[in-house]
C-alpha cells in the first residue's frame, strides 16, 4: 500500500487541524496506522496509532487530550485531528501503515509526510 499524508499548513496557536493519511488501495483496511512527527534537529515522535479496524487508539503522553486519531476503511483514509495547536507542534506529520497491535505495531509503508507549523 501507498500512504499520501495531507493537511498540513500554517496556523495560529490554539487553532485546530485535521490531516488526512490516504491508502492507495483497499489492503489499507488490514493494516493499522500510526501518526509521527519530526521537527527540525530531534528524532521522530510517535504520536499514536489506530487499529486496522478502527476500532482502538493509543497516544503518546504528549498529545494525549489534544489529538485524536480515527480510521475510516469504506474511504481508505485515516484522520489525525489536531485541537489546541502549540508552536512545539511544529513539525513535519507522517502516517505509516502496519501490522500488530498497540505499541507493538511494525510499521512498513510510510507517506511522504506533511507540514505543520503554529506561530504564537
Known amino acids: 500500500v501507498q500512504l499520501q499524508a495531507s493537511g498540513g499548513g500554517s496556523v495560529q496557536a490554539g487553532d485546530s487541524l485535521r490531516l488526512s493519511c490516504a491508502g492507495s488501495d483497499r489492503t489499507f483496511s488490514s493494516y493499522a496506522i500510526g501518526w509521527f512527527r519530526q521537527a527540525p534537529g530531534k528524532e521522530r515522535e510517535f504520536l499514536g496509532a489506530?487499529?486496522?479496524?478502527?476500532?482502538?487508539?493509543n497516544y503518546a503522553d504528549s498529545v494525549k487530550g489534544r489529538f485524536t486519531i480515527s480510521k475510516d476503511n469504506t474511504k481508505n483514509t485515516a484522520y489525525l485531528q489536531m485541537s489546541s495547536l502549540k508552536p512545539e507542534d511544529t513539525a513535519v506529520y507522517y502516517c505509516a501503515g502496519g501490522v500488530g497491535h498497540g505499541l507493538g505495531v511494525k510499521y512498513d509503508y510510510w507517506g511522504q509526510g506533511t507540514q505543520v507549523t503554529v506561530s504564537s
Open positions: 489506530v487499529s486496522w479496524s478502527g476500532d482502538s487508539t
